[in-house]
């Protein structure tokens, strides 16, 4: 694991948008995807916590589109979006403000985030239904603030590929590559040696395999320290968030999957690390709230003051790191494999853990059984070097149809 040799010309480009691409005036107009979600809602405050001439000028929801007309009437953005059609109809054109135009369907997403009203998209939406609309932003040349890492968990090169062609900007939201895009510019990217991602441990840190085997959803969906959404909350007990985590940094920082590292800590005040060829450990730290990472990406290279909570260094603390057991967290290898792979492998994967996680929701899968599947299936499927998207999109639904049939099977 060599200073230069880990970033390689082409690889190197993606990074050096994260870096070069300070912004002449602040991207203040934003979309937000996936605006009644967890990371949308926190989005929304940063956005009035940050006032003018920060706004919402495009936001989408997909079935709770009550919540949107809410949204509507207290943001006033120009562009709303209801994406699921059946949804859609619950919804009273009189309860909008008159100056909202309302884009219905899926197609809404990718319209809203090539828009030339928007600066910047909040890649928001959970799951591989947000890929085309933050691949279309990153080819409108937009800067794209991503937290739904699962687009470039399945299409890590074309996203890559996109921003290289229209010189969109890509900041991270997802807290700890948040923390080592912030930690990284310590030092000159050809300077890392490796990356720590650090995990919380999630609900079963500390359970034996023969409990985690008997876990039920409630137990998978009592996160000890972040509130999220139900899918990334069941892919947090288990691991299989650091697995995308590490598919995701793989793309991000350009880096081998052998120079990611992850190590559980349970308090998510170190949201992660980078070390330098040197030896030297830089990470950063703060209380966990979303909003910092989310107004973070939208502000960048600026900092401004963040309505999150901040460190109290007069109380004292414990911060713990633990190693990452695989044996109970058979996902994380999941994610190594994954990441050195790549491929059609991240498409087949996510697919597959997002119909597993479902199957998991509805009572028909147990815990164990959602990496069983997934491992499953990834070793079932033809590998393919360098999927397009019509393929990445077969193979998305091939992926789930295979869980399904698993499922009935099981
Ligand atoms: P969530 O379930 O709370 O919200 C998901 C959003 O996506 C909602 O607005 C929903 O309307 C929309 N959506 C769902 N299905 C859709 C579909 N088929 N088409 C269009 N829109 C759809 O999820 P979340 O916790 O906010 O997570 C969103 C993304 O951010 C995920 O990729 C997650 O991994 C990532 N992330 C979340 C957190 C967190 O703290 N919540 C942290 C890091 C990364
Ligand atoms: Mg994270």
Redesign the pocket.
Known sequence: MTGDSHLLPAARSLYSYMISAAPPRPKSAIAIL???????QATLQVLQSLGAPWRAVGV?????VEQLAEIAQSARPPLLAA?CPESANRLDSKSLPQDCQLLLG?EA?VEIARSPQVDTVVA????S??LLSTLAAAEAGKRVAL????ALVVAGQLVKDALGRSGGDLIP???EHSAIFQAIHAGAARDVSRIILTASGGPFRTWSADQIAAATVQDALAHPT?Q?????TIDSATMMNKALEIIEARWLFDLRSDQIQVVVHPQSIIHSLVEFVDGSVVAQLSPPD?RLPIQYALTYPDRTDCPCPKMDWSAGMQLDLEPADTERFPALELGWEVARRGGSCGAVLNAANEAAVQAFLAGDLRFPQICEGCRRILDEHHYDPNPALDEIMRLDRWAREEIHRWVTAC
């Open positions: 996936g605006a009644t979600g967890s990371i949308g989408s929801a997909h079935s709770q994406t899926p997403l928001a939406i959970v799951g239904a947000g937290a739904n890492k699962e939201v997802d807290s972040w999220m959404g139900r899918k990334i979303m």
